[in-house]
């Protein structure tokens, strides 16, 4: 059978990449001084993800007969993505300078990998190829969390992570199994017309992918993973997992959940609802007893990951735009807390919230931005993080149903509590004194870029009217 | 046409980005040398000057002439919050003869309060932050004119608010000035709060806020209201009515109308430059600008608000201009003569018509001319102020006289603007003056008699101000020091809003007045109607007449008059004690009576309901914190309990 390669084309961006992998992989190689290859590597990521702006609007097709689909809202998502790892790769320039050594060339590799395995998962258009994208996403990644060789931290936390996710990606290929059992395939279009009658093995099968995607967005019950993993990973590879991991889980379960799902929207709305209720109030209740910041920010993003379902659960065109829109500025705000924490990690060592009183006598301009972090993940106007839980809860308001806005209410109750421990984190900072606080550190250049570029972010994307009308424009909505 | 729609985000953006620049970079970068962040505050406004006044006479001139009215041109309209298909919020620029005027005024006043406050400002502590606010409040005016929907009016409308907040609070270390700052917020505040509910009902019933939806007219009705509103009732009382006077009650918080006028005197603390630009020519006429940019509605679906409008403004001119006799600190002087200037600008539109076949459409073109003219000889007054003060290093009236031997320019300026202010030929006032109180009296015998005596009192408080300051007798402590000239810098913006107040009547060098701008953009020929304007002209000379007997040289007939009137003399001294009734009311009635039990609401039910949740919060985050063992079995095992409990639930619901 002859193989048409214009396929191929639709697909730039996982093209883009796979060459930018092939190169590295080379100049890990060749090149031996460590500076010069991370150099090289985040030149060539750049140069990616500046590519792949340029393919946005125009991509729209499928490959491998379906299985793989393009649009301008997957295209952005990976946008969103690759400007995220790049983050990422500021933040870890100095770690990787000097822990990480030995292990740059696997770092940019690994990495890379797990992303081209979230490409695939958000371009999905079938059940084995979103399965495989999760995988190729899941198994690098276990590898990267134990990066840390010092210690046992970073052996347990990978252990941990990896043992969940074969658990999960078991549970959630039973589900997929069931589902062509109960379907008849595994196209996203074709299920959604056979999902249908709805069945006790129906649901169980729905329920077991739900699982297996949970796993990924660390929805309770399916989080367990999530402290453990954070904590004993480099911090670096925390943020990328917090976010760009959970983000392209999050788009792809969308999709899929809009796409295959979607004649029977209740079935799955109400196992939502529920999930959502008790990911938002666990996670919070959990994150205001932590003392380490790593720790304290997983919680934080069980919580985060819930809020974000809302706009999966609204079904609807702003539901979707909502969700993208949360997830684009989640990423910043995060990555901002993430990129102080790891560059006070990587000068002194100190990740205990105690660590923090005082901190700003010593270093104000981290005080000040760790402090509009904050505001933002916890939705206080106008942070960019106000807008995105704005839209959110007004997606899933602007339904008709009675339970919505007990959910929106309930949402609302536990963004009181959340804002109680994020603003512990501003008042360890500016108002607990301390006998030995944090000396003034100097971040390097690299992680002050990205941190500024955080910032400005958070500072200005909310009144940037545009970036959300854009994303409204280019979702495609629900059951289409 | 292409070159002033390229050109007008100029207008908007140039302010903005100077403030956000001498904001935040002014005071690392020009720590050694203050100076050049005013120097470049000053140069960036007069480019925004230029664009201004080109685009003015690109629009009166070439572009703005329709077939038989002035147009009304969207430049452009960015949409900019999209919350449904109707609730749109977008930021434009409308240009229209109204707005255009506008850029014209307020341009060339912030000009001039900007070269003039590099003297005046000279070595302030917060140099590099005054001409930040200043960018910001003129760029936050450009907005509130030149908006294409009522929504982006309010939100400019709020940060004039803010920007005059920060100007008032300057000396933040005065406790007075804090006070002052306070008082002006809150009280405009509290009337923005009537204008926001105003805006609410008036687009929940026709779905927009775009001023030029909202006000196209055909047939005698303002369409869109008429068809959506008309014949909604509210308790007995037209829902159009309610809303226009909710909006009304916006616009007389920002022009200090009575009952909301007791900020004003107050906001005098600030800088005095500052209450040039805000509190004497733009800011305070907001809310003339509003009515005006609304009056087909007012004329057409609620012409009882536009009644009343005009009793209020009568009585506030009348009130103020009482009070502006007894005060001796100038600038309060000049606030209650702000105040009582605005309320004859309401007088004017209330007694205006629509069309302009006949006479009965004069006091649209009056009130707006008078807005024009008025801010130029006021900020030129309180410039002159300014200059005095600096002089005398006081407000005081004691303080002074005898000043013109030492201080020739601001003498010769500030008796000019006495003049005009006084409605005196030729200077600009008098014609402005003149067209309102021809519009009066058509209109309505009473409020043209009351506004006819309101004349008489200015002239008279305007030059009892005037000869205290310039005549008088000479305060001994000038033998210790003698006041002087005030450098240059300062007395050029004297000079050239001097000339504006002497030369505006001369239509052929200003055209921008008065025939091009009537309610309904077609224009009008203006006369002179010499009878009432000799009438006036008499008024105002008897005012200056008995301002020299008094006041010219130091005697006791001012003190007999007061001993006679004492009643009338102590309470007008004391404001008519309004102050004292707001203090009673707020501290009183509300702090003291309604806000106890909602302190006790607040204290009980809605705190205690915080204290409840987090007390649940605690328990429970306490409770549950071994389910997070680090027991990787026990996680597996939460995992498939909770797929199958899922499951159940799901299967049976």
Redesign the interface.
């Known amino acids: 059978m002859d193989l048409d390669y214009s396929q191929f084309l639709s697909m730039s961006h996982e093209v883009s990449l796979v060459v930018v992998l092939i190169v590295l992989l080379l100049a890990d190689l060749l090149i031996k001084n460590k500076k010069a290859f991370q150099y090289l590597a985040i030149a060539a990521f750049a140069l990616h993800t500046v590519a792949g702006f340029y393919s946005y609007t125009d991509l729209a097709g499928d490959a491998f007969a379906g299985m793989y689909v393009s649009g301008a809202a997957q295209s952005f998502v990976k946008n969103i993505l690759n400007v995220g790892t790049l983050i990422v790769f500021f933040f870890s320039f100095e770690w990787n300078n000097n822990e990480n050594k030995s292990g740059v060339g696997e770092f940019f590799f690994l990495t890379l990998s797990t992303l081209i395995g979230m490409y695939f998962m958000v371009s999905a258009g079938d059940f084995l190829f979103f399965y495989i994208g999760l995988e190729t996403a899941s198994i690098p990644m276990a590898a990267l969390v134990a990066m840390n060789k010092k210690g046992t931290e970073g052996a347990e936390a990978a252990a941990k992570y990896i043992l969940t996710a074969s658990f999960s990606s078991g549970v959630m290929l039973f589900g997929i199994s069931l589902i062509y059992g109960a379907c008849g395939s595994l196209y996203f279009d074709e299920v959604q017309a056979a999902f249908t009658n709805i069945t006790a093995l129906h649901i169980f099968a729905l329920v077991c992918f739900i699982a297996g995607v949970g796993f990924k967005i660390s929805l309770v019950p399916f989080h367990f993973w999530t402290a453990d993993t954070y904590q004993g990973a480099p911090t670096g590879i925390t943020a990328y997992l917090s976010v760009i991991s959970k983000g392209a889980a999050v788009f792809a379960f969308m999709s899929i959940l809009y796409k295959a799902f979607a004649n029977e929207p209740d079935v799955w709305q109400n196992i939502l609802w529920w999930l959502i209720v008790i990911t938002i109030t666990i996670g919070n209740l959990f994150a205001i007893r932590q003392k380490n910041l790593k720790r304290f920010l997983a919680f934080s993003s069980i919580s985060q990951a819930g809020y974000i379902m809302l706009g999966v659960y609204a079904s609807s065109q702003t539901g979707m735009s909502s969700t993208i829109y949360y997830i684009l500025i989640y990423m910043f705000t995060n990555l901002a807390a993430f990129g102080i924490i790891s560059a006070i990690e990587n000068k002194t060592g100190k990740v205990g919230m105690d660590d923090y009183n005082g901190l700003y006598s010593t270093n104000p301009k981290l005080a000040f931005a760790m402090t509009l972090a904050m505001f933002s993940l916890g939705g206080i106007p106008p942070f960019a993080g106000f807008f995105s839980k704005f839209f959110i809860f007004a997606a899933v308001a602007s339904s008709k149903v009675y339970g919505d806005y007990v959910l929106v209410f309930l949402a609302l109750l536990n963004t009181i509590i959340s804002l109680y421990y994020y603003l512990l984190v501003v008042k360890a900072m500016f108002i607990n004194k301390s006998e030995s606080p944090i000396e003034t550190i100097k971040i390097d250049t690299m992680s002050r870029v990205a941190l500024l570029v955080c910032v400005v972010a958070i500072l200005v994307i909310g009144f940037i009217s545009s970036i959300y009308m854009n994303i409204y424009n280019i979702s495609d909505g629900f059951a289409n | 046409m292409e070159t002033i729609t390229n050109l007008s985000p100029i207008i908007l953006a140039l302010p903005f980005l100077m403030f956000l620049f001498l904001g935040l970079c002014g005071n690392k970068l020009f720590k050694s040398n203050p100076n050049i962040a005013g120097w470049i505050g000053t140069a960036g406004l007069s480019v925004v000057a230029i664009v201004s006044y080109y685009i003015a006479i690109q629009y009166f001139w070439v572009e703005g002439k329709g077939a038989d009215a002035y147009q009304q041109f969207v430049l452009f309209n960015h ?5 449904t298909d109707n609730l749109v919020i977008s930021i434009g620029f409308m240009l229209d003869p109204i707005s255009a005027m506008m850029l014209v005024v307020i341009s060339t006043v912030s000009l001039m309060v900007h070269i003039y406050s590099l003297g005046y400002m000279h070595g302030e502590e917060g140099f590099q932050r005054y001409y930040a606010v200043l960018s910001l409040f003129t760029f936050a005016m450009m907005g509130l004119v030149v908006a294409t929907n009522i929504f982006q009016m309010y939100i400019f409308w709020e940060l004039v608010g803010v920007s005059s907040f920060l100007l008032i609070s300057f000396y933040f270390i005065k406790p007075s000035a804090v006070a002052a700052a306070k008082k002006a917020f809150i009280v405009t505040r509290f009337a923005d709060m009537f204008f926001l509910i105003g805006i609410l009902i008036l687009s929940y019933y026709t779905n927009t806020f775009d001023f030029l939806k909202l006000t196209a007219v055909s047939d005698g009705h303002a369409t869109l209201v008429n068809t959506k509103m008309c014949g909604e009732m509210f308790m007995g009382l037209s829902v159009t009515s309610i809303a226009m006077f909710l909006i009304f009650l916006g616009g007389a918080g920002k022009s200090a109308m009575f009952p909301f006028h007791i900020w004003l005197p107050d906001a005098m603390e600030g800088p005095t430059p500052a209450s040039a630009l805000i509190h004497a020519a733009t800011m305070v006429v907001a809310g003339v600008f509003l009515v005006a940019r609304m009056f087909p509605v007012y004329f057409f679906e609620a012409h009882d608000v536009l009644t009343i409008i005009g009793y209020i403004g009568a009585f506030t001119s009348l009130f103020a201009a009482i009070i502006a006799c007894t005060q001796t600190d100038i600038k309060r002087v000049l606030a209650f003569s702000t105040i009582s200037q605005i309320a004859y600008m309401f007088v004017a539109l209330a007694v205006s018509g629509y069309t302009s076949e006949h006479e009965a459409c004069l006091g649209y073109t009056a009130s707006m001319w008078h807005l024009f003219t008025h801010a130029m000889f006021k900020a030129c007054l309180f410039l002159g102020a300014g200059c005095i003060i600096h002089a005398v290093h006081s407000n005081e009236m004691n303080a002074m006289g005898n000043l013109r031997k030492f201080m020739p320019i601001a003498h010769i300026t500030f008796l000019v603007s006495c003049l005009a202010i006084a409605g005196i030929p030729p200077f600009s006032g008098f014609f402005s003056k003149d067209e309102i109180l021809v519009a009066a009296f058509e209109h309505d015998k009473v409020l043209y008699a009351c506004q006819a005596f309101v004349a008489g009192l200015t002239a008279f408080y305007m030059f009892r101000l005037y000869f205290r300051i310039f005549w008088y007798s000479e305060n001994p402590a000038h033998a210790h020091h003698t006041p002087h000239e005030a450098p240059m810098n300062m007395n050029i913006p004297l000079i050239v809003l001097s000339v504006f107040t002497c030369f505006t009547w001369l239509d052929k060098v200003f055209p921008f007045f008065p025939e091009k701008i009537t309610a309904d953009r077609v224009g009008y020929e203006l006369e002179t109607n010499w009878i009432i304007a000799i009438a006036s002209i008499l008024v105002a000379v008897v005012g200056i007449a008995i301002a020299w007997v008094l006041y010219l040289k130091k005697n006791d007939k001012p003190d007999m008059i007061a001993g006679k009137l004492k009643c009338l003399y102590i309470s007008a001294s004391h404001r008519f004690y309004i102050d004292e009734i707001y203090l009673f009311i707020t501290r009183k009635i509300i702090f003291g009576g309604i806000c106890v039990a909602i302190a006790w609401f607040d204290r009980h039910i809605i705190d205690g309901f ?1 204290n409840l ?2 007390w649940i ?2 328990e ?3 409770d ?2 071994d389910v ?1 063992s ?1 027991n ?1 079995q ?3 095992w ?6 199958l409990a ?2 159940m ?3 049976n ?1």
């Open positions: 949409e900019w919050l999209k919350m915080m949740l987090a919060s605690r429970l985050s306490y549950i914190r997070q680090g990787l026990q996680y597996a939460g995992f498939l309990v909770g797929v899922i499951a639930f799901a299967i619901y």
